[in-house]
């Protein structure tokens, strides 16, 4: 592609003399443009395309340097050469200017010519290709977040991107000139000195070098950054070192984050205790230093013993700020050489060490039983938790972590059963009973499936005639070994395994199933009582579980009564009042069982929608004691009165109560006064020969003694003969039907298909 000259004269013979020179050219021509005044010339300067050009200094409309500096300022980046005479005093001026050279005008058929002109706009577009490529570097570095500076071979920075500037404090002017040393000041993070500047290293050796770790940036303003990266020689076309670059960045901000990763890997997000991981690591460290020193170590596992319930009833802000008040205590009970961990949920390890004598472990135990027994304050609560400990010792009881830890959590577990609030050390029968345990577990995951579970039953009577009002249905196992086994044995083990669900749902069908059998029948009772565990109660399907349930035995809701206790009910009282009230929907009576023995609040007990109030047996018995004389049952009667409720006094067991309750106006009663519970098949004999239909005097029915709730935890119920008498297993073989013809009393009433398998 020809290269466009514009020519510049006012002198034909000289403008024809270069067209003539400049067309002819062997290197290939020129396209020329002329134009006789400077006006002319930069009008079509600024429409663009010329290449270079050849300009007189003395024109018609323009005279001396003035004419240059006009011509330069339309095109700054082409080549200009002054078309002069010799002794011409501007063209040492133009040059000064910037006028990359000049034409004699006694020369100007030199061939020659053509080819400085070529050189000249050769040279402009390796200029351009120059500027371009440095200004696209110097966007590149200025864009990055890493700083760059480099220096010349005396150490001397030459160069700061705007992130160096940024890091360092000083701008590329101030900068320019001063040793690397001074603009760039490092130290080591650990020992607070001067460090060398790798810089300087690199031009000693020409060799590339890294930061070392720790290494500290001090800015010109005194604030610090932790830096890292490298530094590397600079080389010119020959490979000579010609100066040298530093690139770092601030990793201030990533040390610190990698810092809380860590901590966080390592310790509990809520009490900032360490975790699991940590736990094991220095329980470890710590036997290797026990084997050493022939020492002791202690591992002590704490479980908060009614962290649960303050939870559930208080919400979990509560909870997580109760068991921030424990860490702190628990932090308080030990040494500094000790370790405070918190597992998960509201179990935390305490790690004893350096122990000659397991008597430090018991003094440390006691301080923890003392401090967390005091008063929690979180925010307008007074909270109460006690804790359970299990201690296990190195290396009696375990030679690695793993052993320390599943002994203690079994000791733990001991002390529990011994009434919580204590501690107990590990002892090797308490295997024994965790292995038993275990078998529990696995044997109720299998009860279900084998049909072990049958319902005893026990009559509500109406306190003013003695008639039957109905029963409560109440749970049993029967083990195929053991035989009978009452709820206190083996629901706290359900509860902890995650069967309380499908049992309860098992006991909710059998015990519509029988109750609708013997409405089919003709006999009573007319309602059923079931008690409803918190699981159950608080489970996602619950209450579509109860219609299905409806739906499939055909029971009337209305005769289904579920018992719910006041601790459940309070957990979250107003999803409680939501649940309640679609049962209410369903037509099911509800009633709140044990009421008084959990946290009270009559303001929500106004609002759930309740028909049944439930006295405790507690209140009840308090009614034979001098002390009490039966204040609490008599308020509580008055209290569920005045709400439209039916008042229901469990564990009646003498004609003095009795006769409290009826001059109280208590509704109904339940207790061994009254029957005491009995399988389907005794039971149905009852209902047949009529012995069940009114009480006339207290124990009048065969066998009559203590009972058991459903979800009871300490039976009151003797095994004694009459408990080991043969009890019908509920089956699908066996029917209402077959049951009441063996009895003597066939339920021809019962309509075609409406007989029921229990």
């Known amino acids: 592609m020809a290269n466009r000259v514009l020519i510049i004269t006012g002198d034909t013979v000289e403008a024809e003399a270069l067209q003539k020179v400049l067309g002819g050219a062997q290197e290939g021509a020129f396209i020329v443009e002329w134009v006789k005044q400077l006006s002319e010339g930069l009008d079509r300067l600024r429409a663009g395309g010329i290449d270079a050009i050849i300009v007189e200094l003395a024109l018609h409309d323009s005279q001396g340097i003035d004419t240059f500096d006009q011509v330069l300022a339309a095109a700054p980046h082409t080549p200009i050469l002054i078309l002069s005479a010799a002794n011409d005093d501007n063209l040492v001026k133009a040059k000064q200017h910037g006028a990359q050279g000049s034409l004699s005008k006694n020369d100007l058929d030199n061939s020659l010519v053509p080819q400085s002109l070529h050189n000249l706009i050769k040279r402009r577009a390796v200029e351009e290709t120059c500027f371009l490529e440095k ?7 200025n864009s990055i977040s890493d700083a760059v500076i480099s220096t010349d071979m005396a150490g001397n920075v030459d160069y700061l991107n705007i992130a160096a500037e940024t890091m360092t404090g000083w701008s590329r002017e101030e900068a320019h000139g001063h040793p690397i040393g001074e603009v760039m000041r490092i130290i080591d993070g650990d020992t607070r000195k001067p460090k060398p500047n790798p810089i300087d290293l690199v031009l000693q050796q020409d060799e590339a070098m890294a ?8 800015r010109r303003d005194g604030h610090e950054a932790a830096i890292e990266d490298s530094a590397a020689p600079i080389h010119d076309w020959d490979g000579k070192m010609s100066g040298a670059v530093i690139v770092f960045h601030d990793v201030t901000a990533s040390q610190a984050m990698a810092s809380k990763m860590a901590h966080l890997a390592q310790h509990d997000s809520l009490t900032n205790l360490p975790n699991r991981v940590l736990l094991n690591d220095r329980v470890e460290q710590a036997i290797s230093l026990a084997k ?10 704490l479980d908060l013993d009614n962290f649960k319930h303050i939870n559930d009833s208080l919400g979990h802000s509560t909870g997580d700020k109760l068991l921030q008040s424990v860490a702190n205590r628990l932090r308080a009970c030990v040494r500094a050489s000790d370790t405070v961990s918190r597992q998960g949920g509201d179990e935390f390890v305490v790690l004893v060490t350096e122990d000659r004598l397991t008597e430090n472990a018991v003094q440390i135990a006691d301080k923890i039983l003392a401090a967390l027994a005091a008063p929690h304050i979180i925010g307008e609560h007074e909270l109460h938790v006690t804790t359970s400990i299990g201690i296990s010792v190195y290396p009696v009881d375990g030679q690695d972590a793993e052993a320390l830890f599943k002994n203690a959590d079994t000791a733990m577990y001991s002390a529990k059963e011994k009434g919580r609030n204590n501690y107990q050390f590990f002892k090797d029968e308490m295997n024994l009973r965790s292995v038993e345990r275990l078998a529990m577990e696995a044997a109720l995951r299998s ?14 009577v109406k306190l003013e005639t003695g008639a039957m009002s109905g029963v409560e249905a109440l ?3 029967m083990h195929p ?3 009978l086994v009452l709820p206190g044995e083996f629901m706290p083990v359900a509860e902890n395994c995650g069967l309380m669900i499908p049992i309860g749902r098992w006991v909710l069908r059998e015990a519509c199933t029988q109750v609708k059998c013997w409405q089919d029948a003709g006999l009573s009772p007319h309602s059923i009582a079931v008690n409803i565990s918190a699981p159950e109660f608080c489970a996602k399907n619950f209450i579509e579980d109860v219609r299905a349930i409806m739906i499939e035995t055909g029971l009337d809701p209305y005769c289904l009564h579920l018992e719910i206790t006041e601790s459940v009910l309070m957990r979250d009282a107003e999803a409680s009042i939501d649940i309640l009230k679609q049962l209410k929907k369903l037509g099911v009576q509800v009633a709140v069982d044990d009421f008084g023995t959990g946290f009270s609040n009559l303001s929500y007990l106004a609002r759930f929608p309740i028909d049944i109030l439930k006295i405790a047996p507690s209140f009840v018995r308090d009614i034979s004691s001098a002390a009490s004389s039966g204040i609490i049952a008599s308020a509580v009667i008055a209290m569920a009165t005045s709400l439209k409720q039916v008042v229901v006094a469990e564990g009646v067991e003498d004609q003095l109560q009795w006769a409290f309750l009826k001059v109280q106006h208590c509704d109904e009663g339940q207790g061994y006064l009254f029957g005491r519970a009995l399988a389907a098949e005794p039971f149905t004999a009852l209902l047949v020969s009529g012995l069940a239909g009114v009480v006339t005097k207290a124990g009048d029915h065969p066998g009559a003694t203590r009972t058991s709730r459903f979800r009871g935890t300490q039976s009151r119920e003797k095994q004694g003969p009459i408990e080991n008498q043969p009890t019908m297993r509920h089956s ?11 009895l003597g009393r066939h339920p021809a009433s019962t309509p075609q298909g409406k007989s029921q398998s229990i």
């Not at 050493?292 to 002590?300: E, F, I, N, P, Q």
């Not at 009860?447 to 509500?460: D, G, S, T, W």
């Open 292 to 301: 050493r020193h022939g020492t002791h170590l202690a591992v002590l596992f």
């Open 732 to 742: 699908k073989q066996n029917s209402c039907r077959n049951t009441l013809t063996e």
């Open 481 to 483: 070994k053991r035989g």
């Open 211 to 218: 930061l070392t770790a720790g290494t500290i940036l001090i």
């Open 447 to 460: 009860a279900l499936q084998r049909q072990e579970f049958v319902l005893h039953y026990q009559p509500k």
């Open 135 to 141: 200004a696209r570097a110097e966007i590149i570095l």
């Open 475 to 477: 749970l049993r196992w």
